[in-house]
């Protein structure tokens, strides 16, 4: 099936690092994304890992994927008050019949740093 | 260059009137999909068009419809306007939806919409 799950809020404090948490159901997936969505705006890409990949680092994002248990993660390091945003994950499906993929997201992860 | 632009930014609609919104990808993206998201049911697929076809299609009903131009733009249409339908609806366009490049969706800002 097609299902993306996230825990809807995470708070944490400056300086911290944060972990925000997506599980999928669908083994598949070929890529896996973290987007970024802050107030009054459209969702911005982040970061993304291939199916085959177990971590992934760019500067302060390291991601994390447990493909056994369908497991993604998104760590943020030395969390920022400019980082509170919601955050979602999604799966990328490659539809067979249409050779094509199709995205499914999960609800998002609001973060809230506080000082 | 460019990105992808939605319009209006705002709109309010009274109960029973339609709507169409609009996308203007970005410049050489084929594909395009629209999500209405709503603070309980977050980020919900409503269909996918690509080359003026829809090849995708989420859990909505026959109200929401949508269509491509063949210059890629797109629109969606909603029909009998209902208080649920209040959401900020996305829009997001890619070159063509396959492989890992490809599959990149870049966002519109949306359009906010108010049924009261």
């Known amino acids: 099936g097609e299902d993306v799950e996230q825990s809807l809020f995470l708070s944490v404090r400056e300086g911290d690092s944060s972990v925000i948490n997506c599980t999928y159901t669908?083994?598949?997936?070929?890529?896996l994304y973290w987007y970024k969505q802050e107030p009054g705006a459209g969702l911005q890409l982040l970061t993304y890992i291939f199916s085959n990949m177990d971590m992934k680092q760019d500067q302060r994002l390291t991601v994390l994927l447990n493909k056994k248990d369908k497991h993604l993660s998104l760590r943020i390091a030395d969390t920022q008050t400019g980082d509170s945003a919601i955050y979602f994950c999604?799966?990328?499906?490659?539809?067979?019949?249409?050779?094509?993929?199709?995205?499914?997201f999960g609800a998002g992860t609001r973060l809230a740093v506080h000082p | 260059k460019a990105g992808v632009t939605q319009t209006p930014r705002y709109l309010i609609k009274t109960r029973g009137q339609q709507v169409t919104l609009s996308c203007s990808p970005i410049?050489?993206?084929?594909?395009v999909s629209w999500y209405q998201q709503t603070p309980g049911q977050g980020l919900q697929f409503l269909f996918e068009y690509f080359s003026e076809t829809q090849r995708n299609k989420g859990n909505f009903p026959g109200r929401f419809s949508g269509r491509q131009f063949s210059n890629s733009r797109s629109e969606m249409n909603v029909s009998t306007l209902e208080l649920g339908d209040s959401a900020l609806y996305l829009c997001a366009s890619s070159l063509t939806g396959t492989g890992k490049m490809n599959t990149e969706a870049f966002f519109g800002q949306g359009t906010r919409l108010t049924v009261v």
């Open positions: 410049s050489g993206h084929r594909s």
């Open positions: 669908d083994s598949s997936s070929t890529y």
């Open positions: 999604a799966e990328s499906l490659l539809m067979f019949s249409g050779g094509y993929n199709k995205l499914i």
